[in-house]
């Protein structure tokens, strides 16, 4: 289990930065076990951020990446992609949330900094038993369903149509048309709206 | 709409309501009832015979609301789409009390099926589109101060709408729902329920302040020596072309009043409005014959279900949740469901259709694939630990488990047997992780949270 782990701490700007000390997080998981580079930038996610993690795993072979920033709902993603660029398998990227989960909702300095420092010793720990993962595909139906048969489910359904695909629009009413059906002229060029 | 009706690519499932939804992206199973309509539209050439010798004609008119009439045989409205009339089964003496008939009788292609019932449709779909729209908000529950819907000539705008089209109750000709006279004086009252948190909804309808424009331009145009008079909060005329709408209302004449109106009452046949004009700063009485209020948009009803059954979250006010409110806002957290138009919050007709295009570009860009990659984060089973007790089986909300013969070979004097594990289908499974807690021999993992790893993580936390 001995394996190289490159911990990435991100500012995000003052995002994180001004709650969080990311200087003091980087030095603190050099002295976690694996951890053989760690740094912090500005935006890690921004095209010279992804390119020091792709560098650092070449340069220092690197095993594992831990980036502490924001949601993995916002760039796991983007750093699963930069571990690949590095040559790691995508999988061997961890993420940890500092900035939802830590920066966002607290405002004392040193103790937001303690609890980043906990949540990389988790997420270094988690990521030292991290295995590679493959990908595997599944066929897709070729056809769309809309849920509603007014104005924006006509236009979805139109739009999807002309793409040329099949589309089932399904309406509560006996017609569809919706609101808009009730409308008179339709501000502001006064229009018809049936 | 005929455009919609006429694509070769589209096809219609009107009277229909989505009751169950199963599958993933790309791999969606949607249970959907079509409502009995009484009416075979297969043969149905819509000629219209029917609703013309329907005795049952006085039915208050919902489209009109209640403004107009109509047959128990109906039309949505005279230029639906499909143009197929149906049976309203609450009102049909046939259906009702097994009398009359009349429409089977006249009806020159047999169409009409008193004993239809509701059919249930199984489709499979990749992908797909919420487009449920908004009701009105139920302002007669909330405002006594506007007399709670028992003035009839204190209407919403939907109704006033009603009221101008050439294809409503009147002709178009704007005329007093209770006794049928041209209004002269008509006044609009702006953000009803909009903006109010203590009686309505604290956001903005958005669309109001333009309608309402409109709605006083329309007056000061169409009658004779009328005034409109606005109430209002704000103007907000945020859009292209938005605010020189405004201003055409102002140059026709509209009088805009900034002020709350806070009662209104009846003096004769005409409407009090009290209220105060805050720029003056000094309290207003205005004499009106037909009031229109603003009201504000709310969620479709059964949306706030749906969105359960379809899998996805709404907002504090039922509105459907967007996965991000910047640079996700025509996606929810459902991958393969998207939004268009007011389901996601109160907009405008440009707005809902461009967000309805822009969710039409997504569902395209997925269909444009040949197959989809799944993340390798889902469950694995071990089989030399599973006992085969089926407990995750149920749990499971993919339905993504089943237990299959595992064919063991023995040893230990014992011949080669057979026993039963758990299966994960991987394409199924979404990695939710709900049948880990579920297994009592650990023979469950998933993968890339391994309990090995979960433990690791509490590990370095607490030790």
Known sequence: MKKRVGVFVCECGTNIAATVDTVQVAEFAKTLPGVVYSTNYKYM?????????????EEQKLEQVVVASCSPRMHEHTFRKAAAAGGLNPYMMEMVNIREQDSWVHHDKDQATTKAKSLVRMAVAKALRNKPLQVSTVPITKKALVIGGGIAGMQAALDIAEGGHQVIIVEREASIGGKMTQLDKTFPTMDCAA | ???????????????????DVKGFIGNFKVTVKQKPKYVDWELCTGCGTCMEKCPTKKIPDEFDFGMGQRTAIHLVYPQAVPGKPYIDAAHCTKLTSGKCGICEKVCPTDSIRFNDIPVFKELEVGAIVMATGYDQFDWKSAYGEYGYGKYPDVISGLEFERLLSAGGPTGGQIKRPSDGREPKNVAFIKCVGSRDDTKGKSYCSRACCMYTAKHAYQVKTKIEDSEAYVFYMDVRTAGKSYEEFYQRALNAGAKYIRGRVSKIYPRGDKLILKSEETLLGMPIEVEADLVVLASAMVPAAGAVELAKMVGFSVDKDGWFQEAHPKLQPVETFAAGVYLAGTCQGPKDI??????????AVK???????????????????????????????????????????????????????????AEINSSLCQGCGACLPACRTLALNLKGFTNDQLAAEVDALCL
Request: glycine share 8%; net charge negative.
């Open chain 2, 363 to 421: 569902v395209l860009g997925l269909l444009s694939k040949t197959e989809l990659a799944t993340e390798p984060m889902v469950s694995e089973v071990d089989v030399t630990k599973c006992s085969g007790c089926g407990l995750c089986v149920p749990i499971c909300p993919y339905s993504a488990i089943s237990l299959q013969e595992y064919r063991e070979r023995g040893g230990h004097g014992h011949g080669p047997f057979t026993r039963q594990v």
């Open chain 2, 1 to 19: 709409m005929v455009a919609a009706a006429q694509h070769p690519n589209i096809e219609l499932m009107t009277y229909s309501e989505v009751t």
């Open chain 1, 45 to 57: 996610c921004s095209d010279p951020g992804q390119d020091l993690i792709r560098k650092a795993i």
């Open chain 2, 350 to 359: 440009p707005d809902t259709v461009a967000q309805a295009s822009g969710a």
